[in-house]
């Protein structure tokens, strides 16, 4: 992966978000161990803190745990809960766009979950 | 974390002495160099004396160790105050230093290659001598035996003086070079206005009363010195330019 | 391990001849932190680096290291390292001989370790150091500098006379060791957008102050470039300050601050907003004016 460090997202969510892309495509798994900030660090030449700052938010969003001594390992169930925030985010964007540009045509709210009911219906 | 190195001043001091010998370990090579030179200048004696009657001829040629002991003290005052010029920044090395650990250090130094000197001119009146007795195959007489301690108690204390007015004289100059300069004009001024000899003053007060109270006043007389070098170099900041 | 001050300046003060490089700085920067120092030609970096060392001493103020003033200091000396490019060794020895000479000064020394250093940069363990060309005489400094691996290592430009290759491996040899021995690293350059990776704190001194101390992360998402209509423009950011401002022909683009605005409204009204480096960061809270060199065309 190329980190980006000029960029809208900062580095250590980079990391995290690479982070979860490993965990997704089953690269690292549950209760597998994670790399350590420092073997973050060497891997994407970017200085340990701002690694171990990934890690912590990954652990503050119940993504991975931490046993002590040890390191941080993979959250059992920690797949499923990025792929439905990723699909929440995404979808929540999109939902957002449907609706601002269904204000911009002049398209009321009950037109607009009625076309959506269609459409449902037919896929 | 790791934790802080703990060194003693000792051990510090100890190691800049080891390793300023070896950095200036040429100027050991270049006082040989010169002794030897000045050794075959000399070799036909410092002093000559002759006479004859009828058909015998005297000549005598003395051998002192003056020339050499003179050219060690001159070497000792210029390796003294070049030990502090900007070309060897001897103070200045990027290792565990202080000022006074470096200043220490430099005195010891000084003292060894004082020592060293002391041994360099010995052996050099020696070794010109016994090249005389052998290639010559001349008669050689002794005033004294040998070799005496208290000879070389001298030399190496007149040395040692030497090298600690250079020192004195390189930290002044390096606290300020507009002073040193103007300790020099007033040693010039003072000597020729006021017609006085400092230099018989002093010769008057070290060499007056014996050999082993010219040590102790000798010994006494370069603590200070150095005592007062290591004073006024104590403030100074780094300047690598 | 984390929060503790390592170093502490307190209003500290330099004069050099009545010039006043420093003044009234203050700052505290903690343990084991790889911080860059930041800031333009005749800021202060060097002196700032020199008083911490023991170099020199404040004309004013405090400065306490591992708690006592470093200057004359046989503690702060044997666990202080400062490279730079004045760093002076014995005159005729060679740099094997400056290598054996550290092992016998810093209990820490890695032989080794700058044996194979020196080699990868091409350097021969039988070279006088005085015959050095510049660029080898900075590799080298930087070497000697990390393989003795001081608790405080100090770094002033180390990269200077470097060619831009070894200058990258230079900098990873710096992160590669602070891994390998986590200790207080101080760097200082005019070139933040080279190594600001490997950094964990900026520090940015202007005029001999310091005008920012902050987290990288913190520095990067700092400020924004915004980019569109001229007049929406002016009309959101008139209460904001304005670190950069430039119109042209086909663009208005103006950077304040990342916290004052609210992008997605932003993007709704076809203003872009994009990010702005660290190095810029830097370069726009240490500029005179808000244009740029532009402003001296005007």
């Keep these: ?123 | 974390m790791m934790s802080l190195n703990e060194i003693s001043f000792s051990q510090i001091v100890l190691n800049q002495v080891k390793w300023k010998m070896k950095a200036y370990s040429q100027s050991i090579i270049i006082l040989i160099l010169i002794q030897i030179t000045v050794s075959i200048l000399f070799s036909g004696g410092n002093i000559t004396m002759g006479g004859g009657f009828n058909e015998v001829n005297i000549n005598i040629h003395y051998y002192t160790l003056d020339s050499y002991i003179i050219l060690s003290c001159i070497w000792a005052l210029v390796i003294a105050i070049l030990m502090q010029t900007n070309g060897y920044r001897h103070d200045d090395y990027a290792v565990i230093t202080t000022r006074y650990t470096a200043s220490l250090a430099n005195v010891i130094v000084l003292f060894v290659y004082s020592f060293i000197a002391t041994i360099i001119s010995f052996m050099t009146l020696y070794i010109l001598i016994a090249l005389i007795q052998v290639v010559g195959n001349i008669a050689v007489m002794k005033e004294y035996t040998l070799f005496e301690f208290v000879h070389f108690g001298l030399a190496f204390f007149i040395i040692l003086l030497a090298a600690s007015i250079g020192y004195l004289i390189g930290s002044i100059f390096k606290l300020s070079k507009g002073l040193g300069i103007l300790m020099v004009v007033l040693a010039v001024i003072f000597t020729a206005i006021l017609n006085v000899q400092p230099e018989a003053l002093l010769v008057n007060f070290f060499f007056n009363t014996g050999y082993l109270s010219f040590m102790l006043k000798a010994l006494f007389t370069c603590i200070l010195l150095f005592v007062s070098s290591i004073f006024i170099l104590s403030r100074k900041e780094v300047n690598r330019r | 391990m984390i929060g503790v001050p390592e170093i502490i300046c307190h209003q500290v003060e330099k004069r050099y001849r009545n010039k006043r490089v420093l003044h009234s700085l203050t700052c505290s920067i903690n343990k084991g932190k790889l911080s860059g120092l930041i800031g333009r030609n005749g800021a202060g970096k060097s002196t700032l680096l020199k008083l911490l060392a023991g170099h020199l001493k404040p004309t004013n103020g405090e400065i306490t290291v591992f708690g006592e003033c470093p200057f004359n200091n046989l503690k702060t000396a044997s666990n202080i390292m400062f490279v730079e490019e004045g760093m002076t060794f014995p005159p005729l020895f060679t740099v094997l001989d400056i290598f054996k000479m550290a092992k016998d000064f810093y209990p820490n020394w890695q032989h080794e370790l700058a044996k194979r250093l020196l080699d990868y940069a091409n350097i021969p363990t039988n070279a006088f150091h005085h015959n050095l060309s510049k660029g080898q005489k900075s590799t080298f400094n930087l070497i000697y500098g990390l393989a003795s691996r001081c608790t405080i290592s100090l770094l002033d430009e180390p990269m200077n006379g470097m060619d831009e290759s070894i200058r990258t491996d230079m900098y990873r040899a710096i992160l590669k060791e602070y891994i390998a021995y986590p200790r207080t690293i101080i760097i200082s350059s005019h070139h933040l957008n080279e190594m600001e990776h490997l950094l964990e704190e900026i520090i940015l001194i202007d005029n001999g102050q310091i005008k920012l101390h902050a987290s990288l992360d913190d520095v990067q998402q700092m400020l924004v470039r915004l980019r569109g209509d001229i007049n929406l423009i002016r009309k959101l950011t008139s209460d904001m300050e304005v670190f950069f401002e430039k119109e042209d022909l086909f663009h208005y683009e103006v950077v304040v601050e990342r916290n004052k605005i609210d992008e997605k409204l932003l993007q709704t009204m076809n203003i872009l907003v994009q990010p702005v480096t660290a190095s810029e960061v830097c370069k726009f809270m240490t500029s005179k004016g808000k244009g740029g060199i532009d402003d001296v065309f005007k």
Excluded: C
């Design chain 1, 1 to 123: 992966m190329n980190l980006k460090q000029e960029s809208n997202t900062p580095i250590y969510i980079q990391i995290a978000e690479w982070i979860e892309n490993e965990i997704i495509a089953d690269q690292l798994l549950e209760n597998g161990k994670v790399f350590s900030q420092y073997q973050l660090a060497e891997m994407f030449n970017i200085n340990p803190a701002t690694a171990g700052k990934g890690l912590a938010i990954l652990l503050e969003n119940g993504i991975l745990y931490k046993k002590r001594g040890l390191g941080m390992f993979v959250q059992e169930g920690s797949k499923e809960l990025i792929l439905s925030k990723r699909h929440n985010e995404k979808l929540s964007n999109l939902a957002k766009e449907i609706v601002e540009e269904a204000k911009r045509l002049f398209v009321s709210d009950s037109e607009l979950i009625e076309l959506i009911k269609k459409i449902q219906r037919e896929g």
